[in-house]
């Protein structure tokens, strides 16, 4: 049987638009109360204003750049004060920018790599020990089929992604006797702003990848899926 998750308690990371915001409506839809970020102050404000009315107490939205751990401290704080505890945490956020080694600069390298791979670090690194004291807990990491499928242009990208990867599998083998699970998705092409490109009835939505949240933290509690790759039906042919 699955298990209930209505009432539990989530932190959804780069929340406000894309496959984050899709996560944390669902999230909502299933009873959770949800504590998102974004790195737009703006954004945390227009995703509060369209979801409050719905969901009153049960959300809630601060700024914050996971790369920098001062942020990633005072976000955590913030969320389980609001929260009480922490049951589930969905690290979301990331960027992607694409261009061979000689045309990548440092500033957008470590870009990449900082939001990508360290903020997630910083989140698991401030949730765990909370997840601990309340006797377990369910982490998701969103990675990429770039995780795993090197491509031109993506030396950066796939950089932090196959890191968030080898992260992910370590931490689950650190965590799981803690009662805490660990499991990353691997999408492919999702119809969201991060492509950069016109909507694409092809591409996976969003709401799919939200789906797949809720398959895992409702699966039992002796059953752990390590991964999910995702990818769309039917891609155009190249």
């Not at 369209?50 to 969320?79: H, M």
């Not at 990331?94 to 670090?121: C, K, S």
């Not at 969003?206 to 891609?235: G, H, M, N, Y």
């Amino acid at each position: 049987m699955k298990i209930s998750i209505s009432g539990k308690r989530a932190i959804v990371t780069g929340g406000t638009r894309g496959i984050g915001r899709a996560i944390v409506e669902k999230l909502l839809e299933e009873g959770l109360s949800v504590a998102f970020c974004g790195q737009s102050a703006e954004n945390v404000q227009n995703a509060l204003a369209q979801l409050t009315p719905r969901y009153q107490d049960r959300v809630f939205g601060k700024q914050c750049n996971i790369a920098v751990l001062s942020e990633v401290q005072e976000f955590i704080a913030f969320a389980s004060g609001k929260l009480g505890a922490i049951d589930i945490l969905v690290n979301n956020a990331g960027v992607g920018i694409f261009a061979p080694v000689e045309q990548l600069t440092p500033d957008e390298w470590h870009r990449m790599i900082d939001l990508n791979l360290t903020g997630a670090y910083y989140c698991c690194h401030a949730v765990i020990p909370l997840m601990k004291l309340s006797g377990g807990g369910y982490i998701i990491n969103i990675s990429s089929l770039a995780g795993k499928n090197p491509f031109a242009g993506g030396s950066g990208y796939n950089a932090s992604k196959f890191g968030l990867n080898g992260f992910t599998e370590a931490m689950m083998l650190d965590h799981r006797k803690d009662d805490i699970r660990v499991s990353y998705i691997m999408p492919g092409s999702v119809d969201t702003e991060f492509a950069h490109g016109a909507p694409a009835p092809w591409k996976i939505a969003p709401e799919d990848i939200a789906e797949v949240v809720v398959a895992l933290v409702t699966l039992p509690q002796r059953t752990l899926v390590s991964r999910v790759e995702i990818r769309p039906l039917k891609p155009p042919k190249q």
